[in-house]
Every structure is written in C-alpha cells, then in structure tokens.
C-alpha cells in the first residue's frame, strides 16, 4: 500500500507564510499528478493548485500570485508554499496524487490525512 504524510501546518499571522510538505511512501512505482485541496468546516473540499509529473501546474483564482506548488520526484514530495497569508485561507489541506504501484497497471488516487493551516487576523 501507498500512503501520503502531510507536514508543516500550523499557526501564522495574516501575512505571514507557511510551507506544507507531503512525502509519498510504500511501493510505488511511479506518481502522476500531485495536488493540495483544502477544505473548512462546513465546506465542501475544493482544490487549491495541482501539478503534474511534468511540472506544469494549475492553482484555484483565490491563491493565484500568493501560493506556489512544486514537487521533487527523486522524493516522491510535494510542497505547497503559501505567502500573503489571509484568514480565509484557514482550513484543514489534505494532500493528493495519483500513484501505480509496484507491478500494477492502473494509477489509484490517494489523499494524506490533512494538516490544519490557521491564519489569525
């Protein structure tokens, strides 16, 4: 099996930054695209920015100019940098890709446990 550890929530101030990390562990042969959703309480799960194995990415209009995804395949890790910080962005951010494990042929989704990110005002 394949699991995904989320790292690096916490508590900022309004304007401040956070990175988040996810580390992709188990048997895996290869990861597709990578992504951070978030989601607040009574909210549904929305999608924040993605990236592929490639490198091209796509974020949500909410944090376009204030948040950047990269990933490092050699890892298996994704990161999630956040800077201009806002309340708003308060929310618990769940890690996700899609993996194929060892001597599969299909990719399956998975998703980290989540990690709070606070922002004070």
């Known amino acids: 099996q394949v699991q995904l550890v989320e790292s690096g929530g916490g508590l900022v101030q309004a304007g401040g930054s956070l990175r988040v990390t996810c580390v992709a562990s188990?048997?895996?042969?290869?990861?597709?695209?990578m992504g951070w959703y978030r989601q607040a309480p009574g909210k549904q799960r929305k999608l924040v920015a993605t990236?592929?194995?490639?490198?091209?990415?796509n974020y949500a209009d909410s944090v376009k100019g204030r948040f950047t995804i990269s990933r490092d395949n050699s890892k298996n890790t994704v990161y999630l940098q956040m800077n201009s910080l806002k309340p708003e962005d308060t929310a618990v951010y769940y890690c996700?890709?899609?993996?194929?494990?060892?001597?599969?042929?299909?990719?399956?989704?998975?998703w980290g446990q989540g990690t709070q990110v606070t922002v004070s005002s």
């Open positions: 996700n890709a899609n993996i194929m494990a060892l001597r599969d042929y299909v990719s399956r989704e998975s």
């Open positions: 990236i592929t194995s490639g490198g091209n990415t």
């Open positions: 188990g048997s895996i042969f290869s990861i597709g695209t």
